[in-house]
T-cell receptor
Framework: DAGVIQSPRHEVTEMGQEVTLRCKPI?????LFWYRQTMMRGLELLIY????????DSGMPEDRFSAKMPNASFSTLKIQPSEPRDSAVYFC?????????????FGPGTRLLVL | GENVEQHPSTLSVQEGDSAVIKCTYS??????FPWYKQELGKGPQLIID?????GEKKDQRIAVTLNKTAKHFSLHITETQPEDSAVYFC?????????FGAGTTVTVRA
């Protein structure tokens, strides 16, 4: 299995620019999660999709962040405009379903640096 | 997210010794407790998990214990090896939501 695929792996951009992060979940998985990891706040859930529908976006920091899942095999996380405090590693994870013990499988992450 | 406290934040052990990481939580509705290992430049990978109806689970050199009454659970790694060096995260799950501890950086000295 290819696992969760994320692109790009690294992104360096200037403040004010638009950033788009991409994720391909494991085939057949119904749930998709976007996380952000920083030294200060650790791993935080940003948004959760089930069957391509956003279920919980309470972790999205502010209106500059948006996420979409147009189909079962693709999701994007967009930051517009980006700010230096958005610098972090962004992970996408997927799981087979929504059961209480469904394992979440993480991608390799996108390391974002906003200058 | 729900509060999960993880200790210690760093742990250095001699190769062959054991490592123990402890987590406490406050949400009594949590019913699933996974542990993730994160190596440098990679995403977290599940290494072991335990459900609330089980007190202990073992997988080769790794074991997890759960005390739901006291709301704490622990990861035990025996016979540590250099490849065990990584950051370990505990997590609790309530419905779909995982809340993570702050992580423990484990260094195994050869």
């Amino acid at each position: 299995d290819a696992g969760v695929i994320q692109s790009p792996r690294h992104e360096v951009t200037e403040m004010g620019q638009e950033v788009t992060l991409r994720c391909k979940p494991i085939s057949g998985h119904n749930s998709l999660f976007w996380y952000r990891q920083t030294m200060m706040r650790g791993l935080e859930l940003l948004i959760y999709f089930n069957n391509n529908v956003p279920i919980d976006d309470s972790g999205m920091p502010e209106d500059r962040f948006s996420a979409k899942m147009p189909n079962a095999s693709f999701s994007t996380l967009k930051i517009q405009p980006s700010e230096p405090r958005d610098s972090a590693v962004y992970f996408c994870a997927s799981s087979p379903g929504t059961g209480a013990s469904e394992t979440q499988y993480f991608g390799p992450g996108t390391r974002l640096l906003v200058l | 997210g729900e509060n999960v406290e993880q200790h210690p934040s760093t742990l250095s052990v001699q190769e062959g010794d054991s490592a123990v990481i402890k987590c406490t939580y406050s949400d009594s509705a949590s019913n699933y407790f996974p542990w993730y290992k994160q190596e440098l430049g990679k995403g977290p990978q599940l290494i072991i998990d335990i459900r609330s109806n089980v007190g202990e689970k073992k997988d080769q050199r790794i074991a997890v214990t759960l005390n739901k009454t006291a709301k704490h659970f622990s990861l035990h790694i025996t016979e540590t090896q250099p490849e065990d060096s990584a950051v370990y995260f505990c997590a609790i799950r309530n419905d779909y939501k995982l809340s993570f501890g702050a992580g423990t950086t484990v260094t195994v000295r050869a």
